[in-house]
Structure formats: C-alpha cells, structure tokens
Nanobody
C-alpha cells in the first residue's frame, strides 16, 4: 500500500509559479513511477507529466512541456511538480498517482487507469 498526499496548491497570478509536493508513505515508494494529473471543472482528468522510479526519465504533456518540471527525492519520499509561467487554463485540481507497472511513456503513462494509488488532490487557481 502507498498513501499519497499533495500539497502546495493555491492562488497565483498568470505568469507566476507554484511548486506542488506529493508526499508518500508506505512500502517501497521508491520503486513506483509517479504521474501528475489535473482536472478542471466539467473536464476529464488530464495527464500532466510523469517521472520514473529512478528519476532518470520524465515525460510531459505538450501543454506543459517547457513550463513544468517533475523531480523526486528518494530520501524524503517526495515527488515535486514545479510549475512556471502559469496560465489561467492551468487552473485545476492537481493529483499525483503512483504505479509499479512498466515505464512506457509512449503507450501507458498518460492513462490514469495505469496508476494504482492516488492522492486527494490540491487546488491550483491561476488568475488572469
């Protein structure tokens, strides 16, 4: 079992930055790949990015590539999502999720069904 808790959300002006954290507890979290997703009101859950268990591989949605960066700290059991140059359309509830399945950025990491564990989400609001 893995428990995930997101934090760091809030209200920011367009062009600003936020850093989200996903703190994990439970066995062998360091063996899990972690994905970030977001969901805006009335919209489907959207893939944001993912990081492999080792941290050596990352993968981003086109909508955030170049603005968002995912990193992880194994010693702290934390995965971070640094969000820069935020836009109003980035407003959503952001979730982190974990999977122990094979890392496959091309086929599977974008699919929310590929992940077994989810946090409760943290709200990010970007004002124009």
């Amino acid at each position: 079992q893995v428990q995930l808790v997101e934090s760091g959300g809030g209200l920011v002006q367009a062009g600003g930055s936020l850093r989200l954290s996903c703190d994990a507890s439970g066995r062998a979290f360091s063996n899990y790949h972690v994905g970030w997703f977001r969901q805006a009101p009335g919209k489907e859950r959207e893939f944001v990015g993912a990081i492999s268990w080792s941290g050596s591989s990352t993968y981003y949605a086109d909508s955030v590539a170049g603005r968002y960066t995912i990193s992880r700290d194994h010693a702290k059991n934390t995965v971070s999502l640094q969000m820069n140059s935020l836009k109003p359309e980035d407003t959503a509830v952001y979730y982190c999720a974990a999977t122990s399945r094979t890392w496959d950025a091309v086929h599977y990491m974008r699919a929310y069904t590929y992940y077994s564990y989810w946090g409760q989400g943290t709200q990010v609001t970007v004002s124009s």
